[in-house]
């Protein structure tokens, strides 16, 4: 269920929004920072610029924001076949 659609900047990124994506454990890959890698932002802006490329995060591009809510009777009933 979609609950909220907005554009904004990919720098107004919060620590909340960057947990949602995914970003909420530390990264022990070379790519992070030892010292930074709880940081959920940082660990989004360096995904960013892996798929986008370097400095891209400095573009500041407008993006989609889209939130939505998961139904779990949805998810629980496809293995119901």
């Known amino acids: 269920e979609i609950v909220d659609i907005?554009?904004?900047?990919?720098h107004e990124i919060s620590d909340v929004d960057a947990k949602a994506e995914g970003f909420d454990k530390p990264k022990t890959d070379s790519t992070m920072q030892s010292?930074?890698?709880h940081n959920p932002v940082l660990?989004?802006?360096k995904h960013w610029e892996?798929?986008?490329g370097k400095e891209s995060w400095n573009e500041n591009p407008w993006v989609w924001v889209i939130e939505f809510k998961v139904k779990q009777e949805i998810i629980?009933?496809?293995g119901n076949f």
């Open 76 to 78: 629980f009933s496809v």
């Open 35 to 37: 010292n930074n890698s």
């Open 43 to 45: 660990n989004f802006q």
């Open 6 to 10: 907005r554009v904004e900047r990919l």
């Open 50 to 52: 892996a798929i986008k």
